[in-house]
């Protein structure tokens, strides 16, 4: 059979390896198995969203109410919108996909960060779309700019925080690349991780409210990591609504499920798990940074709820990856995306201790 072309230049996505492979490949006990390598959150969901997706399971024949009107209106009062600025899909990513496909042709380029989300490539790769990259894993404005103006892609990919790598963007620098391109050119600004960002430091904030008089600048956010509904599939895309009328042609209908729609409502009334599991998160990711210091290896300083781990030439990423693997602490090998470096998502106390442990353990 004679596939699309385009097919021929897509690797096809590595997820992080489930705990499930583990048990069945090593032997080991599920509750001995660490997973530290989807950046999901360490405290579960919100109890209160379990007992909704429990309490109203009986709905699962149901299509969900596909205006998706609660959700949108929690969504525009924590965002000062308006629900015609919204659109959701399943999880971030779909919405990823919608606006690859609204906008782009084989003849056209994108424009990402040396080392970024893989998604952008793979969607824009589906659409024939050429795919260039800045020389910086960082998001440095003045790459990002040089290279708009030499190739003026379709669509400039913005992911701040950074994944894989943790690093941020001020809310500076954003705008003075937001400024520098004109509007032919979609700005995706990914926040899949504001919310630690916000913590962080709030010179790193955008909120989709500050986009929403550009008619080429769209904010995307999702449920799957603050909000530890990875599970569930929910994300959003926040613009001028324009824009979003746009994409929603390219929405198939009850595009979440019934359930993660009832998740989701819930999850935006619990603000206060939110908030908890932040602060769980910035006391552990300290021990990280503690470690690497003591260890000798270089960190980036992360805006995440991950931490990427720099080694040294005298350590290999997939060396010591494969060795935690065995003994059960799942992470991420940062080797395909050409760094000897792994990213570890911070996890309960109890899991950074195992963490720090078999650390010692295979690298001694
Ligand atoms: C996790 C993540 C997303 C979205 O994930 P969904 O689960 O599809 O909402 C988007 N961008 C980045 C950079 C991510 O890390």
Redesign the pocket.
């Known amino acids: 059979m004679k596939f699309n072309d385009s097919l021929k230049e897509i690797q096809i996505y590595e997820a992080g390896k489930p705990i499930e492979l583990v048990v069945r490949k090593f032997g080991i006990a599920p509750q001995n198995v660490v997973k530290l390598a989807s950046?999901e959150n360490p405290k579960g969901c919100s109890p209160k969203v379990a007992k909704a997706i429990c309490d109203n399971a009986h709905k699962a024949f149901l299509y969900p109410d596909d205006s998706f009107y609660e959700l949108k209106n929690a969504l525009s009062q924590r965002f000062s919108v308006n629900d015609e600025n919204i659109i959701i899909?399943?999880?971030?990513?779909?919405v990823?996909e919608f606006i690859s496909r609204a906008l782009l042709t084989p003849n056209d380029s994108v424009l990402m960060s040396q080392v970024?989300?893989a998604?952008y490539e793979i969607y824009a790769k589906q659409m024939g779309a050429t795919i260039i990259r800045t020389s910086s894993y960082q998001h440095k404005v003045d790459e990002f700019i040089s290279a708009y103006k030499k190739h003026k892609p379709k669509i400039i990919y913005l992911?701040t925080p950074?994944?894989p790598t943790g690093d941020g963007t001020t809310k500076e620098d954003v705008f003075k690349i937001i400024d520098a391109v004109d509007s032919d050119t979609l700005v995706v600004i990914?926040g899949?991780?504001m919310e630690y960002a916000i913590a962080k430091d709030r010179a790193y904030e955008i909120t989709p409210n500050d986009i929403l008089d550009r008619d080429n600048v769209i904010y995307?956010g999702?449920?799957?990591?603050a909000y530890g509904l990875?599970g569930m599939?929910?994300?959003y895309g926040i613009a001028n609504r324009e824009l979003i009328h746009e994409l929603y042609k390219m929405r198939p209908p009850f595009n979440i499920t019934t359930l993660s729609l009832i998740g989701a409502i819930e999850a935006c009334k619990d603000e206060q798990f939110v908030a908890d599991s932040i602060a769980l998160h910035t006391q552990e990711i300290k021990r990280y940074e503690k470690f690497a210091d003591e260890n000798g290896f270089d960190y980036i300083d992360s805006y995440t709820n991950f931490i990427t781990y720099i080694f040294p030439d005298s350590m290999n990423s997939t060396t010591v990856s494969d060795a935690l693997f065995k003994e059960g602490v799942i992470i991420r090998n940062l080797a395909s995306y050409k760094m000897n470096a792994i990213r570890i998502t911070i996890g309960t106390s109890e899991q950074n201790s195992r963490f720090f442990e078999m650390f010692r353990k295979v690298s001694s």
């Open positions: 950046n899909g399943a999880g971030s990513d779909q990823l970024t989300f998604m992911c950074n994944n990914d899949a991780y995307l999702t449920f799957s990591k990875g599939r929910v994300g």
